[in-house]
């Protein structure tokens, strides 16, 4: 099996911000934390040389291939953030999903991805429930080996 190429680093988050040099993006980036901190419990850590993660878990999927993620995680990205929300492109959870995202403010979706400019303008209790709905849906589909 192939090496999962994005995994847990010994870099330390505050270095990594430290590098952003758009201060509004660091200071986002700082909201992100607590926020993402606050919903999963788990400290900050770097996974690969640009994703911000909290806790793990591990996957298998139908195919066989299987690895670790993050449970929750963002990427501040140079023209926007990407917002990791795992999970939530199963039929079930995407309609809950859509729905949230509604009220959110600007932004767009991939898969299960959310990707927004800038903090400002977003309704930051929708962007919490939409981390809250992804880690549960993580949790929920891959109970074993969380941490």
């Known amino acids: 099996m192939a090496e999962a190429k994005t995994g847990p680093t010994g870099v330390a988050v505050d270095e990594f911000l430290a590098q952003i040099e ?3 993006k660091r200071a986002d980036s700082q909201v ?11 400290p900050p850590k770097m996974w690969g040389s640009s994703i911000v993660g909290f806790g793990t878990y591990h996957y298998k999927y139908d195919s066989g291939h ?3 993620s993050c449970l ?6 140079k023209a926007e953030f990407s917002i990791y ?9 995407a309609a809950r999903r859509d729905a949230l995202l509604e009220r959110l403010g600007q932004h767009r979706m991939g898969k299960g991805c959310l990707y927004v400019k800038w903090l400002e303008g977003l309704d930051m209790d929708v962007l919490e429930q ?9 949790r929920e589909r891959y109970p074993a080996r969380q941490a």
């Open 22 to 24: 758009d201060p509004r």
């Open 32 to 42: 992100l934390i607590e926020l993402m901190q606050r919903v999963t419990g788990h």
């Open 66 to 68: 299987e690895g670790d």
């Open 72 to 77: 929750a995680g963002f990427s501040p990205r």
């Open 85 to 93: 929300l795992n999970g939530t492109h199963e039929p079930e959870i």
């Open 130 to 138: 939409l981390v809250r709905l992804s880690h549960a849906a993580v």
